[in-house]
């Protein structure tokens, strides 16, 4: 069965800062996924990652997948306030079956 | 505003009834997913549909059921409703990217 596990599931910021959120899953997927929502509202898609050394950058965020090691990082570059949400990783198999990671509320700080 | 719709937004309604959710997709694409989010399961794969046919089932239950139209729109039913099916039900709408709806908020009292 097909496992996504986030971490963490918290992560409190300073405001210039750099982290990283991991997401690990269990099998061999086609596509990986990684959506931001705000509170009370819906997901937003961020990155769709396919292959192997895949990497994506749109401004502080930068994703990449691993699909040997079966991990993809969300690498977030001088956080702002923005930023705060929750993230969510998702990785969806070839008979189109997805699953989610439990997601990672950021707060960034001032 | 991702082009994907949802009715209605909120739904309030008791235990034992049957509601039906609508989605539709933005405009050409193809592909309908129904999601599940609630603060104890987190969001959750209930099924997808690709130009009406059912493609992948996800953790739907058998009370639950959906159906993609000809015109592309989406319905998800709900039935035998239980206080454990409130939740945040989205839809999503799919062309290399995911694009999700406003969502339905589901009460069941």
């Known amino acids: 069965e097909l496992k996504v596990e986030q971490n963490p599931l918290f992560l409190s910021m300073q405001e210039g800062k750099n982290y990283t959120i991991y997401c690990n899953y269990s099998?061999?997927?086609?596509?990986l996924y990684w959506y931001r929502q705000d509170p009370g509202k819906s997901l937003e898609s961020l990155f769709v990652l396919l292959s192997n050394g895949a990497v994506k950058q749109e401004g502080r965020l930068m994703a990449s997948l691993d699909t040997k090691a079966r991990l993809s990082t969300l690498h977030i570059t001088a956080a702002v306030h923005d930023l705060s949400a929750t993230y969510f990783c998702?990785?969806?198999?070839?008979?189109?079956?997805?699953?989610f990671g439990a997601g990672t509320r950021l707060t960034v700080k001032p | 505003d991702s082009g994907v719709t949802q009715t209605p937004k909120h739904l309030i309604t008791a235990t034992g009834q049957r509601v039906t959710l609508r989605c539709s997709p933005r405009s050409g694409d193809l592909s309908v997913y129904w999601y599940q989010q609630s603060l104890d399961q987190g969001l959750q794969f209930l099924i997808q549909?690709?130009?009406?046919?059912?493609?992948a089932k996800g953790n739907i239950l058998e009370r639950f059921s959906a159906q993609q139209f000809p015109d592309l729109h989406s319905e998800l039913n709900l039935s035998s409703l239980e206080l454990g099916d409130s939740a945040l039900y989205f839809c999503?709408?799919?062309?290399?990217?995911?694009?999700f709806g406003p969502g339905t908020r589901l009460t069941v009292l």
């Open positions: 999503a709408s799919s062309g290399g990217a995911q694009y």
């Open positions: 099998t061999t997927s086609d596509r």
């Open positions: 998702a990785v969806e198999r070839y008979n189109n079956d997805m699953r």
């Open positions: 549909y690709y130009n009406g046919e059912e493609r």
